[in-house]
């Protein structure tokens, strides 16, 4: 199949499908006499688990090395992917609690200004930005 074809199969874009091939997550199996990429079952199961791994939280760095490995499954163990996808978790996991951070955070600044109409001038909101003094986290 082309590339419009592979595109709309996996409900894609073609400049996905182009950036992919650029940064070696996808191959095409050949050319047509014409130049156009032709995509086989085998790049449709390749595309297919960059996907689901993109969909999971991994990089396209993370998904590459996961490829390599993917090709040679025979040089690495379960213990390796198992240990790959646990820093992915812990990573996860320190993204969550910076952000429950900056909610609470943000939290204490919503509760501080009483919201009137009147000037900005002594928002609580701004003070609290612009003084060191005043903590916020």
Known sequence: MQIGELAKQLAVSTDTLRYYEKNQLLSASGRT?????IYDAASVKQLEFVLRAKSVGFTLNEIKELLAIKVEKENHSCAEIKTFTADKMAEVAAKIAELQRFHQSLNLLHASCCGGEE???HCSILSALEN????IN
């Open 119 to 121: 000037s900005a001038q």
């Open 33 to 37: 006499d014409s130049g156009y990429r």
């Open 132 to 135: 060191v003094d005043d903590t």
